[in-house]
């Protein structure tokens, strides 16, 4: 080994994008329960975030084989369904399979 490859340091990693990921369907027109509408409001949240995560592959707290459902939902044009806890309250984001309306309910509420 040569002075220079003792000095040279390690190779340099490659920095991750700082930009999310870009989204990976389209969400149609969306749509909340009168309940979910109302939770949103009383605790002064915006349903924007979630929908942001649902789009881009974030589904939340779902079991391992809902996800990959999810992410063949996603590749063959079957409905995605996130669940997200909302001030203390959990919330399904779901995009049918046609991708006309994605709709935030309670699982009550299904």
């Not at 340099?12 to 749509?31: H, K």
């Not at 779901?94 to 309910?105: F, K």
Request: proline fraction near 9%; charged fraction near 25%; charge should be neutral.
């Amino acid at each position: 080994m040569s002075i220079e490859d003792a000095t040279a340091g390690p190779e340099p990693v490659p920095c991750r994008s700082l930009q999310p990921p870009a989204p990976l369907f389209a969400v149609g027109r969306i749509v909340a329960t009168r309940g979910v509408l109302k939770h949103l409001e009383r605790h002064g949240i915006q349903a924007d975030p979630y929908l942001r995560r649902h789009v881009r592959g974030d589904w939340g707290d779902v079991p391992p084989e809902d996800a990959l459902a999810n992410e063949q939902a996603v590749k063959c044009g079957a409905r995605v369904l996130s669940s997200y806890e909302v001030a203390g309250r959990r919330v399904w984001i779901i995009s049918e399979a046609d991708r006309s309306v994605t709709t935030l309910l309670f699982p009550s509420e299904y």
